[in-house]
């Protein structure tokens, strides 16, 4: 079983629309995140989730709005999409000790 | 979190130990060393963490210096495998309000 998964893995669409990305954890963990990576490879830090509360905000536009259900879940939904969200989506979840466990990515495309 | 310094890219022959360096001279006694590896297009992977001692795990091995100003991730027997982006990370633990910073790494080719 895949420890962190996310859907779609490829997503194409056209500008102006509203698009949502899944993420579910298998792994029992209490925090998740959700990081972006661009087309310069820079992977930054969006969001944290610990027990379905927001942590960490990282002064992403409120276009795009974080959903936790429960503590394995965290869904992304991005409104009026623009060109410039163009990228890697990342969810990952984090145990205890520390480390992170990444989701094999969202490839997000705005044409 | 405290910056790190790693350099831009590295060759290593397969079957030989690849050591990735990394400076970290603003680091405070209660941050962690983390080292994770990006594949192409895959998720990054957690390899290995270390405070003060030296670490070892299946993976990989972690030598931090004694002031604790820079680290060297020793991968022991690389394989074309293991080429990829490798990011050392510096981080306090902060319960529920932490975030990992990642740099821009070293990219690792593995030569046949």
């Known amino acids: 079983d895949t420890a962190v998964s996310q859907t779609p893995k490829y997503l194409v669409t056209q500008m102006g629309n509203d698009k949502s990305i899944k993420c579910e954890q298998n792994?029992?963990?209490?925090?998740m995140y959700w990081y972006k990576q661009d087309s310069k490879k820079f992977l930054k830090i969006m969001f944290s989730?610990?027990?379905?509360?927001?942590?960490i905000n990282e002064t992403v536009p409120n276009r795009f709005s974080p959903k936790s259900p429960d503590k394995a879940h965290l869904n992304l939904h991005i409104n009026s999409l623009e060109l410039g969200d163009s990228a890697v989506y990342f969810c990952?979840?984090?145990?205890?000790?520390?480390?992170?466990?990444f989701g094999e990515g969202s490839r997000l495309t705005v044409l | 979190d405290a910056k790190t310094t790693q350099p831009t890219s590295m060759d290593c022959a397969e079957g030989r130990a690849a050591n990735l360096p990394c400076n970290h001279s603003?680091?405070?006694?209660?941050?962690?060393v983390y080292w994770y590896r990006q594949i192409h297009s895959q998720g990054p992977q957690y390899i290995i963490h270390?405070?003060?001692n030296n670490e070892t795990n299946e993976m990989a091995s972690l030598i931090i210096t004694e002031d604790r100003k820079s680290s060297t991730l020793i991968l022991p027997h690389a394989t074309l495998r293991d080429t990829a982006v490798y990011y050392c990370?510096?981080?306090?633990?902060?319960?529920?309000?932490?975030?990992?910073?990642f740099g821009t790494g070293t990219r690792l080719t593995i030569i046949p």
């Open positions: 990952a979840s984090r145990r205890e000790s520390g480390e992170l466990f």
């Open positions: 792994l029992g963990h209490d925090t």
């Open positions: 989730y610990n027990n379905k509360e927001l942590i």
């Open positions: 603003t680091i405070s006694g209660n941050e962690y």
């Open positions: 270390g405070l003060k």
């Open positions: 990370i510096v981080r306090v633990e902060d319960f529920g309000n932490e975030k990992l910073t």
